[in-house]
T-cell receptor, first 112, second 113 residues
Framework: GESVGLHLPTLSVQEGDNSIINCAYSNSASDYFIWYKQESGKGPQFIIDIRSNMDKRQGQRVTVLLNKTVKHLSLQIAATQPGDSAVYFCASRAGGSYIPTFGRGTSLIVHP | DVKVTQSSRYLVKRTGEKVFLECVQD?????MFWYRQDPGLGLRLIYF???????EKGDIPEGYSVSREKKERFSLILESASTNQTSMYLC????????????FGPGTRLTVT
Protein backbone atom coordinates (compact mmCIF):
# COMPACT_ATOMS: atom_id res chain seq x y z
CA GLY A 1 0.00 0.00 0.00
CA GLU A 2 0.90 3.64 -0.11
CA SER A 3 3.28 4.95 2.47
CA VAL A 4 4.57 8.43 2.74
CA GLY A 5 7.43 9.27 5.00
CA LEU A 6 9.75 12.10 5.86
CA HIS A 7 13.45 11.65 6.11
CA LEU A 8 14.08 13.55 9.35
CA PRO A 9 11.77 14.07 12.31
CA THR A 10 13.41 17.38 13.31
CA LEU A 11 15.22 20.06 11.34
CA SER A 12 16.95 22.97 13.10
CA VAL A 13 18.02 26.03 11.14
CA GLN A 14 19.17 29.56 11.81
CA GLU A 15 16.92 32.47 10.94
CA GLY A 16 17.69 33.64 7.42
CA ASP A 17 18.95 30.25 6.23
CA ASN A 18 17.17 28.23 3.59
CA SER A 19 15.35 25.09 4.81
CA ILE A 20 14.80 21.89 2.90
CA ILE A 21 12.28 19.33 4.11
CA ASN A 22 12.22 16.01 2.31
CA CYS A 23 9.51 13.44 1.72
CA ALA A 24 9.51 10.02 0.04
CA TYR A 25 6.48 8.20 -1.28
CA SER A 26 6.09 4.61 -2.34
CA ASN A 27 3.14 4.49 -4.73
CA SER A 28 4.20 5.18 -8.30
CA ALA A 29 0.53 5.90 -9.10
CA SER A 30 0.62 9.00 -6.88
CA ASP A 31 -0.29 11.94 -9.05
CA TYR A 32 -0.83 14.84 -6.67
CA PHE A 33 1.07 16.08 -3.65
CA ILE A 34 0.39 18.68 -0.99
CA TRP A 35 2.51 20.23 1.72
CA TYR A 36 0.82 21.29 4.94
CA LYS A 37 2.14 23.38 7.83
CA GLN A 38 0.92 22.78 11.37
CA GLU A 39 1.73 25.38 13.98
CA SER A 40 1.52 24.57 17.66
CA GLY A 41 -2.08 24.32 18.82
CA LYS A 42 -3.54 24.56 15.32
CA GLY A 43 -4.70 22.25 12.60
CA PRO A 44 -2.63 21.72 9.42
CA GLN A 45 -2.80 24.46 6.81
CA PHE A 46 -2.21 24.14 3.08
CA ILE A 47 1.08 25.59 1.84
CA ILE A 48 1.57 24.45 -1.73
CA ASP A 49 0.70 21.60 -4.05
CA ILE A 50 2.14 20.01 -7.16
CA ARG A 51 0.84 17.61 -9.77
CA SER A 52 2.85 14.76 -11.13
CA ASN A 53 3.11 16.38 -14.57
CA MET A 54 5.31 19.08 -13.02
CA ASP A 55 8.71 18.84 -11.37
CA LYS A 56 8.81 22.25 -9.72
CA ARG A 57 6.35 24.75 -8.37
CA GLN A 58 7.04 28.02 -6.61
CA GLY A 59 5.05 30.01 -4.13
CA GLN A 60 5.89 32.87 -1.88
CA ARG A 61 9.25 31.92 -0.32
CA VAL A 62 8.45 28.23 -0.86
CA THR A 63 9.35 25.86 -3.66
CA VAL A 64 8.31 22.25 -4.05
CA LEU A 65 10.43 19.91 -6.15
CA LEU A 66 9.17 16.56 -7.36
CA ASN A 67 11.41 13.75 -8.58
CA LYS A 68 9.18 10.97 -9.85
CA THR A 69 12.09 8.77 -10.80
CA VAL A 70 13.08 8.27 -7.16
CA LYS A 71 9.63 9.06 -5.73
CA HIS A 72 10.82 12.00 -3.73
CA LEU A 73 9.62 15.50 -3.11
CA SER A 74 11.02 18.36 -1.13
CA LEU A 75 9.82 21.64 0.30
CA GLN A 76 12.29 24.47 0.22
CA ILE A 77 11.71 27.55 2.36
CA ALA A 78 13.81 30.57 1.52
CA ALA A 79 15.10 32.95 4.20
CA THR A 80 13.52 30.96 7.01
CA GLN A 81 11.85 33.04 9.71
CA PRO A 82 10.87 32.22 13.31
CA GLY A 83 7.25 32.15 12.15
CA ASP A 84 8.13 29.19 9.95
CA SER A 85 8.67 27.04 13.04
CA ALA A 86 6.05 24.29 12.75
CA VAL A 87 5.53 20.69 11.77
CA TYR A 88 5.44 20.13 8.03
CA PHE A 89 3.54 17.26 6.44
CA CYS A 90 3.56 15.98 2.92
CA ALA A 91 0.49 14.22 1.59
CA SER A 92 0.04 12.29 -1.60
CA ARG A 93 -2.87 10.98 -3.59
CA ALA A 94 -2.86 7.91 -5.78
CA GLY A 95 -4.69 8.59 -9.02
CA GLY A 96 -8.44 8.57 -8.58
CA SER A 97 -8.32 8.09 -4.82
CA TYR A 98 -10.47 10.27 -2.61
CA ILE A 99 -8.15 9.93 0.30
CA PRO A 100 -4.68 11.41 0.71
CA THR A 101 -1.90 9.60 2.53
CA PHE A 102 -0.02 11.72 5.03
CA GLY A 103 3.59 11.50 6.04
CA ARG A 104 4.58 11.55 9.70
CA GLY A 105 5.75 15.15 9.78
CA THR A 106 9.03 17.01 10.19
CA SER A 107 9.39 19.54 12.97
CA LEU A 108 11.17 22.68 11.75
CA ILE A 109 12.83 24.72 14.48
CA VAL A 110 14.10 28.16 13.55
CA HIS A 111 16.67 29.71 15.87
CA PRO A 112 16.85 33.52 15.97
CA ASP B 1 -12.29 31.95 4.28
CA VAL B 2 -13.31 28.42 5.08
CA LYS B 3 -13.85 27.87 8.72
CA VAL B 4 -13.84 24.48 10.39
CA THR B 5 -14.69 24.51 14.06
CA GLN B 6 -14.53 21.76 16.63
CA SER B 7 -16.70 21.76 19.72
CA SER B 8 -13.91 21.49 22.28
CA ARG B 9 -10.19 22.22 22.32
CA TYR B 10 -9.56 20.05 25.38
CA LEU B 11 -11.63 17.22 26.78
CA VAL B 12 -11.08 14.86 29.69
CA LYS B 13 -13.25 11.75 29.93
CA ARG B 14 -13.28 8.59 31.98
CA THR B 15 -12.84 5.07 30.65
CA GLY B 16 -16.14 3.65 29.47
CA GLU B 17 -17.82 7.00 28.86
CA LYS B 18 -19.53 7.76 25.57
CA VAL B 19 -17.80 10.72 23.94
CA PHE B 20 -19.07 13.01 21.19
CA LEU B 21 -16.71 15.18 19.17
CA GLU B 22 -18.45 17.69 16.95
CA CYS B 23 -17.16 19.36 13.82
CA VAL B 24 -18.86 22.10 11.82
CA GLN B 25 -17.76 23.67 8.54
CA ASP B 26 -19.30 26.77 7.02
CA UNK B 27 -18.45 26.42 3.33
CA UNK B 28 -20.94 23.82 2.14
CA UNK B 29 -18.19 21.26 1.57
CA UNK B 30 -19.31 17.81 0.54
CA UNK B 31 -16.45 15.83 2.04
CA MET B 32 -15.60 15.67 5.72
CA PHE B 33 -12.94 13.69 7.56
CA TRP B 34 -11.92 12.66 11.06
CA TYR B 35 -8.25 11.98 11.83
CA ARG B 36 -6.33 11.25 14.95
CA GLN B 37 -2.82 12.54 15.39
CA ASP B 38 -0.28 10.85 17.61
CA PRO B 39 3.44 11.61 18.03
CA GLY B 40 5.52 9.72 15.49
CA LEU B 41 2.47 8.36 13.68
CA GLY B 42 1.27 11.41 11.81
CA LEU B 43 -2.36 11.73 10.76
CA ARG B 44 -4.40 8.56 10.59
CA LEU B 45 -7.84 8.53 9.01
CA ILE B 46 -10.65 7.24 11.21
CA TYR B 47 -13.74 7.90 9.08
CA PHE B 48 -14.75 10.07 6.20
CA UNK B 49 -17.98 11.16 4.61
CA UNK B 50 -18.52 11.90 0.94
CA UNK B 51 -21.80 13.66 1.59
CA UNK B 52 -24.75 13.85 3.95
CA UNK B 53 -25.68 10.51 5.51
CA UNK B 54 -22.75 8.82 3.77
CA UNK B 55 -19.78 7.45 5.65
CA GLU B 56 -16.80 5.26 4.94
CA LYS B 57 -14.28 3.63 7.24
CA GLY B 58 -10.76 4.90 7.17
CA ASP B 59 -7.63 3.15 8.34
CA ILE B 60 -8.45 2.91 12.06
CA PRO B 61 -12.26 2.86 12.58
CA GLU B 62 -12.31 0.37 15.47
CA GLY B 63 -13.88 1.86 18.59
CA TYR B 64 -15.35 4.81 16.70
CA SER B 65 -18.53 5.65 14.84
CA VAL B 66 -19.67 8.77 13.01
CA SER B 67 -22.81 10.64 12.14
CA ARG B 68 -23.51 13.09 9.34
CA GLU B 69 -27.15 14.14 9.41
CA LYS B 70 -26.49 17.62 8.03
CA LYS B 71 -23.97 18.70 5.44
CA GLU B 72 -22.15 21.11 7.72
CA ARG B 73 -21.76 18.80 10.71
CA PHE B 74 -19.74 15.63 11.13
CA SER B 75 -19.70 13.97 14.55
CA LEU B 76 -17.22 11.43 15.85
CA ILE B 77 -18.47 9.12 18.57
CA LEU B 78 -16.42 7.02 20.93
CA GLU B 79 -18.94 4.45 22.12
CA SER B 80 -16.93 3.44 25.19
CA ALA B 81 -13.81 5.50 25.63
CA SER B 82 -10.57 3.73 26.40
CA THR B 83 -7.17 5.07 27.45
CA ASN B 84 -5.65 4.17 24.08
CA GLN B 85 -8.02 6.68 22.51
CA THR B 86 -6.21 9.51 24.24
CA SER B 87 -5.08 11.60 21.28
CA MET B 88 -5.46 14.76 19.23
CA TYR B 89 -8.50 14.56 16.97
CA LEU B 90 -8.61 16.63 13.81
CA CYS B 91 -11.59 17.28 11.60
CA UNK B 92 -11.24 18.38 7.99
CA UNK B 93 -13.48 19.29 5.10
CA UNK B 94 -13.05 19.59 1.36
CA UNK B 95 -14.93 20.61 -1.74
CA UNK B 96 -13.87 17.96 -4.27
CA UNK B 97 -15.17 20.06 -7.13
CA UNK B 98 -12.75 22.86 -6.30
CA UNK B 99 -9.54 21.25 -5.15
CA UNK B 100 -7.99 18.39 -3.29
CA UNK B 101 -6.92 20.64 -0.42
CA UNK B 102 -8.38 19.81 2.97
CA UNK B 103 -9.31 22.49 5.49
CA PHE B 104 -8.62 21.48 9.06
CA GLY B 105 -10.14 22.48 12.36
CA PRO B 106 -7.95 23.40 15.35
CA GLY B 107 -8.20 19.95 16.89
CA THR B 108 -9.57 18.46 20.09
CA ARG B 109 -7.10 17.05 22.55
CA LEU B 110 -8.90 14.19 24.27
CA THR B 111 -7.58 12.58 27.42
CA VAL B 112 -9.20 9.38 28.66
CA THR B 113 -8.36 8.51 32.25
Amino acid sequence: GESVGLHLPTLSVQEGDNSIINCAYSNSASDYFIWYKQESGKGPQFIIDIRSNMDKRQGQRVTVLLNKTVKHLSLQIAATQPGDSAVYFCASRAGGSYIPTFGRGTSLIVHP
Amino acid sequence: DVKVTQSSRYLVKRTGEKVFLECVQDMDHENMFWYRQDPGLGLRLIYFSYDVKMKEKGDIPEGYSVSREKKERFSLILESASTNQTSMYLCASRDPGQSYEQYFGPGTRLTVT
